[in-house]
């Protein structure tokens, strides 16, 4: 987890929880965690938060499920939301979006906006996510994010 994520008290986490795939889900799953989803359709699982609260947020503020957390965490703060049809980034929630470089705000945005078009895309249809290409993008992004704050 970086530094200034531990300082300021997830508040990512305190959003409601992830949207996830099938896919994501079963990783969690078979890693040994619990399931606290509550399936939307055949490819769309939600999280079951108590209130806002992610359920996998331990009481230190940590992500209980940090190494196969979904695709929605790792890119967070670049999560496009859509506002009156617009897109919009969630910037100004997160201590990030203060200090990672207009570069790669601009690089994380096209890559996750890719990610999250793929799981929009699932949500109404049963097309299946392109996995390695999903990875390659995730490894990325984490990459960059440590090499700049860590
Ligand atoms: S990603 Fe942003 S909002 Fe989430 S814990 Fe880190 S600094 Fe806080
Ligand atoms: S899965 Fe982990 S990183 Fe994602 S919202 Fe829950 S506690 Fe936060």
Known sequence: MFKICKKCGAKCCKLGGADVTNQ???IILSAGH?????????DHYEMKSKGSIC??????NSCGIYHVRPIAC?????HPEFNNNKKEYLL??????????????????KDSTRIMDHI?????TDTKLPKGEIEAIIKGVDKLKNFILE
């Open 92 to 109: 100004a929630l997160c201590p990030l979006g203060k200090v990672l470089p207009k570069e790669l705000i601009d690089r994380m945005k």
């Open 24 to 26: 994501e889900r079963e």
């Open 55 to 60: 359920p996998y947020l331990k009481e230190d």
């Open 74 to 78: 790792r890119c967070f703060p670049i």
């Open 34 to 42: 619990t399931d606290h989803f509550v399936k939307i359709d055949s």
């Open 120 to 124: 929009t895309k699932t949500r109404f």
